[in-house]
């Protein structure tokens, strides 16, 4: 028997009667039943629908595979026929940002490219969790604006505009957000007394420490490596010292910045001279340094609850009185008396100067030198070294900007990226497009700089950013994750002043993978000349033969 979506969910008894103004009057149930609707002779032609796929990773039976199936279901029963699919896999359902699917959806409706008339999506909790029910209402009625209606799935009502229905509809997209919110209070209850009891609340461990599991016992089972969850309920995680060589930079760290009086950019420099990384294999910063300098959990304490950023809203910094804190909870890295040590000399060296006295120094800087970088304020000892300015104001280019300096564009490595990644991130939603017209379907995961291609094909999308070598020497560098698990790279180089696309390089993501140099330039016999095209015919090529 095939499953019914809309059967296998209980509805109150109170949705089966009628309001009206004579009272209320009880309702067919079978006239409720999606499936049991009649179907005019005029309405079985073949309707054309989207679906919307959405999965956290709250619950296994909201994966993307079951709801699809439980949509094939409603539409078959329908005479609909899925021409498309949106889906955000992982993806958060508080917001809209990171939810790249839905973004495109809504911009392809507003925009006149659907060519579908419904939205067919699981249920409304899956259409948002959204604090605000407003939200997902306006999002709902752009569709219907566009003439597109949005049909939830699993739902024990049609989405047809009656007072049930609307009664229905408001409640439940008032329940979703309500029940993000009780989550999250049960979350946080539950990690501060994990806290309080001296185990691990969560997420990675820092630099020179590991994470142990242990049962309920607390008999030590395993070591947890980066990426890697406890399954059972009854397991904790605790911290434990890591590698000795870890062990001995995090106090090479301490003892350079206490008995030495290093700042956190010497120390940081320091390090990447000796090839040394951080676990994740990154180089380090003055604020990775400056991180580990304040990090209570050196001394054996673990502390919660210093910032929260709960139900996806503005990071908010607690006072101390809010920490959830349990002192001694693990083997103590650093000294006690040489951590007070650091801290003392952080807060005098961040209560030295106010904002304008530290600008004051970037600027005298400026004028003396008549350029300003990284490395030139790193040299100069009279001024606070750059994580300062970056914790103060954001980033070098907001100080820079504060004090009038603008430096030329091959030092505005930032805004540089983010200009590549718009031009880039534009072609790829034209790509999309072009992919839907041909019959295929289409995702995109900015965050992985992943492009499906009908679940058949992953392309990693990469950029190359024209970097100027002095004398009018011009170099490509190249940017694009060699990790990510592809069947082929689609690299976009950039022209001269990296504003527009010049070409495009398509090549098999093995051969990247076997790269070995940390940066890869268009020089890399990778991108050879047979890797080269002037349009993206042969990537739409590829494209056509895997969705046939």
Not at 482 to 488: G, H, N, R, V
Request: with cysteine; glycine share 6%; charged share 25%.
């Amino acid at each position: 028997m095939a499953f019914n979506p809309v059967a296998s969910i209980p509805t109150p008894e109170w949705a089966y009667w009628r309001i009206g103004f004579v009272g209320f009057a009880k309702l067919d149930r079978s006239v409720m039943r999606p499936e049991a609707l009649p179907i005019d002779d005029d309405v079985k032609r073949v309707a054309r629908a989207a679906q919307y796929l959405c999965m956290s990773t709250e619950h296994q039976k909201y994966s993307t595979q079951n709801q699809a199936e439980a949509i094939a279901t409603y539409a078959g029963l329908r005479n609909i026929e899925i021409v498309c699919t949106y889906a955000d896999a992982g993806r958060s359902g508080l917001r809209l940002d990171g939810r790249d699917a839905l973004q495109r959806l809504l911009n392809d409706v507003r925009n006149g490219r659907a060519d579908f008339e419904f939205v067919l999506v699981y249920d409304i909790s899956r259409w948002g969790r959204f604090q605000d029910a407003d939200e997902s209402a306006y999002y709902e009625y752009t569709c219907k604006e566009a003439g597109i209606q949005v049909l939830y799935c699993a739902e024990q009502f049609e989405n047809d505009g009656s007072l049930v229905s609307t009664l229905l509809k408001n409640l439940k997209r008032a329940m979703a957000g309500e029940y993000s919110r009780d989550l999250s209070t049960k979350v946080f209850i539950g990690q501060c007394r994990i806290t309080s009891l001296g185990f691990w609340h969560g997420g990675p461990a820092s630099y020179g420490l590991r994470r142990q599991l242990v049962d309920e016992f607390g008999t030590p089972k395993a070591q947890l490596e980066y990426g890697q969850q406890k399954s059972l309920q009854t397991d904790r995680v605790v911290l434990k010292p890591g590698p000795a060589f870890e062990v001995e930079t995090v106090r090479h760290i301490f003892r350079s910045f206490v008995a030495e009086r290093k700042n956190v950019t010497d120390i940081a420099e320091d390090l990447n001279g000796k090839q040394i990384r951080t676990t994740r294999g990154n180089c380090w910063s003055g604020q990775t340094i400056d991180k580990i300098l304040t990090n209570e959990i050196y001394v054996g304490n673990v502390v919660f609850n210093r910032t929260s950023f709960k139900l996806k809203q503005k990071s908010v910094v607690n006072p101390p009185d809010m920490w959830i804190r349990r002192d001694k909870a693990l083997e103590a890295i650093i000294a006690p008396k040489i951590f007070a040590k650091a801290q003392k000399l952080i807060a005098k060296r961040r209560q030295r100067m106010s904002d304008q006295e530290v600008l004051a120094k970037l600027s005298a800087l400026w004028r003396k030198r008549g350029h300003l970088s990284n490395d030139i304020i790193i040299a100069a000892k009279t001024v606070p070294d750059t994580s300062t300015y970056i914790k103060r104001f954001g980033s070098l280019a907001a100080a820079y900007r504060l004090i009038g300096f603008r430096p030329r564009s091959r030092y505005c490595w930032a805004e540089t990226e983010a200009r590549i990644q718009g031009v880039v991130d534009e072609k790829v939603a034209s790509i999309l497009l072009k992919i839907e017209k041909m019959g295929g379907c289409g995702n995109f995961d900015r965050r992985a700089r992943l492009l499906t291609v009908s679940e058949k094909l992953a392309v990693s999308i990469g950029s190359a950013r024209c970097v100027s070598e002095g004398a009018g020497q011009m170099r490509w560098h190249v940017r694009i994750n060699k990790t990510t698990k592809s069947d082929m790279a689609l690299v976009f180089k950039m022209n001269h002043s990296n504003e527009t696309i010049q070409e495009y390089y398509l090549l098999p993501a093995a051969d990247l993978a076997r790269t070995t140099v940390k940066r890869l330039r268009m020089t890399s016999r990778v991108f050879s000349k047979s890797s080269r095209h002037d349009s993206l015919d042969e990537f739409y090529r590829i494209c056509a033969a895997h969705i046939a």
